[in-house]
Nanobody, 124 residues
Framework: QVQLVESGGGLVQAGGSLRLSCAAS????????MGWFRQAPGKEREFVAA????????KYADSVKGRFTISRDNAKNTVFLQMNSLKPEDTAVYYC?????????????????WGQGTQVTVSS
């Protein structure tokens, strides 16, 4: 079992930055690939970024590449999403997810555990 709790969301002006954190409990965290997804009102949940268990391999959605950075600290059971140059279209609820598989995956259906989400609002 892995429990996930996101934090760090909020209201920011366009061009600003936020750092999301996802604290995990459960001894299998270091074996999990981790992902960030987001869901805007009226839209489907979409992939944002993912990182493998070691932290060496990452993958990003084209819409955030070059602006967002995913990282993890296995010693602290935490995964991060640094978001820079934020745009109004980044406004969404951001979810952290854990995947017990080895490979980085972009399909939300492949993930096994989910956090409750944190709201990110970017004003223009």
């Amino acid at each position: 079992q892995v429990q996930l709790v996101e934090s760090g969301g909020g209201l920011v002006q366009a061009g600003g930055s936020l750092r999301l954190s996802c604290a995990a409990s459960g001894r299998t965290f270091s074996n999990c690939a981790m992902g960030w997804f987001r869901q805007a009102p009226g839209k489907e949940r979409e992939f944002v970024a993912a990182i493998d268990w070691s932290g060496l391999f990452t993958k990003y959605a084209d819409s955030v590449k070059g602006r967002f950075t995913i990282s993890r600290d296995n010693a602290k059971n935490t995964v991060f999403l640094q978001m820079n140059s934020l745009k109004p279209e980044d406004t969404a609820v951001y979810y952290c997810a854990a995947d017990l598989g080895v490979a980085i995956r972009v399909d939300s259906r492949e993930y096994d555990y989910w956090g409750q989400g944190t709201q990110v609002t970017v004003s223009s």
